[in-house]
């Protein structure tokens, strides 16, 4: 095996969970899981769409129980590794170990880019059960880079291996990337990761950036399947490093067989970017709450871009999907107000 440069995290069997309202089968994530290790991806990330815990009518149910897809993750992988995604309060460190107990042998613990000191516990957690170790600091459009920094030390301090700049929303430009990983770099002695969303057509560009910038961890999901437009396109990204000479040791042949073979199957529609998930990025929206405000605008006969750009000016992060409805309520009622 090639000595990797950058190390891809393939996260369309967790992230793009949200895309296909949380309904993966076992013998869907069996075939992608399996094509994924045959491609030599060195982390493929399997969870429900809001990580370990997530299955509930708030972040919607899944199909198939979580650690069952795990399993049947890590029984087909000969080289790959397992990653779980663990929001604080959400999962619980009881599903940390059920899932280290199975076979997963990376944890990602995501918090909102403010909250990392709950983290905490389960990135100890983590490192005693012998997992390699990641803090993902979730909706980083929101705060300056000097709270950024302050936030990942924090999680370098708790032992993790890497820190992750996420872009959830899709709304960071390449200049502001630019600047948070390099001052993540200079400020951190771990590996500095990003994961983007490509809601205004930038997560190649953002992750490319990053790379350029010092991270050596990046998320990537096969086909665009993530929520939102979507995350950075595996394959693509695999084809782009490669020919800037930038060694990821995936094969790119069998990456690109996954994404038209079997992941492009599973979509309802192909990943693009619609006026709703262009919208998440415009006003810096978590991009999993594209599915539940398109329901809410169903519910109250709006447009989902109204409901989208009042949540981005309240400022609601991720955990808060019950405000979706609240939001969509209120508009609705504003709007009989004004036309009685
Ligand atoms: C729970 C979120 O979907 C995590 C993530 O992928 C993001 O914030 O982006
Ligand atoms: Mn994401």
């Known amino acids: 095996m090639n000595k990797r440069d950058v190390y891809i995290t393939e996260v369309a069997l967790r992230d793009g969970s949200h895309a296909i309202n949380h309904s993966y089968t076992i013998d869907q994530v069996t075939e992608v899981a399996k094509a994924l290790d045959e491609a030599h991806v060195p982390f493929i990330e399997v969870s429900h769409g809001d990580g370990l815990g997530g299955s509930s009518l708030q972040y919607g149910l899944s199909t198939t129980n979580e650690m069952e897809l795990i399993s049947a993750a890590v029984s087909v992988c000969k080289q790959a590794d397992i990653a779980v995604l663990l929001l604080p309060g959400i999962g619980t460190v009881g599903d940390l170990k059920e899932a280290a107990n199975i076979g997963a042998r990376m944890a990602r613990i995501a918090t909102h880019v403010t909250e990392a000191d709950v983290s905490k ?177 169903q519910k109250f006969n709006l447009d989902p871009r109204d409901i989208l750009i009042e949540l981005g000016k309240q400022k609601v992060v991720g955990g808060q999907e019950d405000m979706i409805l609240d939001v969509a309520s209120d508009i609705a009622q504003k709007r009989m107000t004004f036309s009685t």
């Open 121 to 297: 516990q389960h990135i100890k957690v983590a490192k005693e059960l012998g997992m390699e170790t990641v803090g993902f600091l979730m909706m980083a459009h929101m705060v300056p880079t000097e709270k950024l920094i302050e936030q990942a030390k924090l999680m370098e301090s708790y032992g993790a291996d890497t820190v992750y700049v996420v872009d959830s929303a899709g709304a960071l430009l390449p200049h502001q990337v630019k600047e948070r990983i390099r001052a993540l770099r200079e400020a951190l002695n771990v590996n500095v990761g990003f994961h983007g969303h490509n809601n205004l057509s930038l997560a190649m560009a953002n992750t490319l950036v990053a790379i350029e910038e010092g991270a050596t961890r990046v998320d990537g999901s096969v086909r665009c399947l993530g929520a939102g437009a979507g995350n950075t396109q595996t394959e693509v990204l695999v084809s782009v490093l490669d020919r800037m000479n930038i060694t990821t040791a995936i094969d790119l042949y069998k990456m690109m067989d996954v994404a038209e073979d079997i992941v492009a199957p599973i979509l309802d529609q192909p990943q693009e970017i619609t006026k709703g998930s262009l919208v998440l990025g415009y006003a810096g929206v978590y991009s999993s709450f594209l599915l539940h405000a398109n329901r809410a605008a």
